[in-house]
């Protein structure tokens, strides 16, 4: 089974406007870690936000946030204002277990485009 | 200063050929990996990697094979390149300890004739 799954290929915003961007994860691990990155046409992989299996509250980083439900094993993520370098592609990401080794288990992509 | 750094960050080279890609990482990080990004963007662990352990994907063809030769660098060695071999390949490097995600390099964009 997919660990990571995300159901949109691409987005469309416009820009000043706020997008989500859906995960949803599958894992028996109580101890896990959720990651978005993002994948600019140029090629590197940006580090955007992390939200922990126990956190609390959604995470948040400048624009960023979090629309973490537990329940539902989804890891939505909201950007606000969408302004044009926004455009990109954007990976959720999953790490398991608290400690060691463990990999990151990526989803397939969402590709923004962010419209002037 | 960068974190995790990767030459070359293009090769185009004829099939059959054995080639190297580095990767050195200077955030003091116990671990470091290697994924391959197909031409459909999807990013696969290939390898991980650190002091104690390396842990191979399956999937990944004997002809990959990594090579560490202390704590902050972990290279790739490709042998006998085949044109499926072609994507991009990121090296990236994480803290055992805590829950926090990678960093990644800038990737190395391998083209096999």
């Known amino acids: 089974a997919q660990k990571i799954t995300q159901t949109q290929p691409g987005m469309f915003v416009q820009e000043k406007e706020a997008v989500t961007l859906d995960c949803t994860y599958d894992?028996?691990?109580?101890?896990?870690?959720l990651f978005w990155y993002k994948q600019p046409s140029s090629g590197e992989m940006i580090f955007l936000i992390y939200q922990g299996s126990y956190d609390q509250q959604n995470a948040t980083e400048g624009r960023y946030s979090l629309n973490f439900q537990k329940a539902r094993k989804s890891a939505n993520l909201v950007i606000s204002a969408s302004q044009l370098g926004d455009s990109a592609m954007y990976f959720c990401a999953m790490r398991e277990g608290r400690t060691g080794a463990n990999n990151l288990f990526f989803g397939t992509g969402t590709r923004l485009t962010v419209i002037p | 200063d960068t974190a995790v750094s990767q030459t070359p960050k293009y090769l185009v080279t004829q099939m059959g050929n054995d080639k190297s890609i580095k990767c050195e990482q200077n955030l003091g990080h116990d671990t470091m990996y290697w994924y391959k990004q197909d031409s459909k963007k999807f990013l696969k662990i290939m390898f991980s990697?650190?002091?104690?352990?390396?842990?191979i994907n399956e999937t990944v063809p004997n002809r990959f094979s990594p090579k560490s030769p202390d704590k902050a660098h972990l290279n790739l060695h490709i042998n006998s390149l085949e044109l499926g071999d072609s994507a991009v390949y990121f090296c990236a490097s994480s803290q055992d300890k805590g829950t926090y995600g990678y960093t990644f390099g800038s990737g190395t964009r391998l083209t096999v004739v």
């Open positions: 894992t028996s691990d109580p101890s896990y870690g």
């Open positions: 990697y650190n002091n104690k352990e390396l842990i």
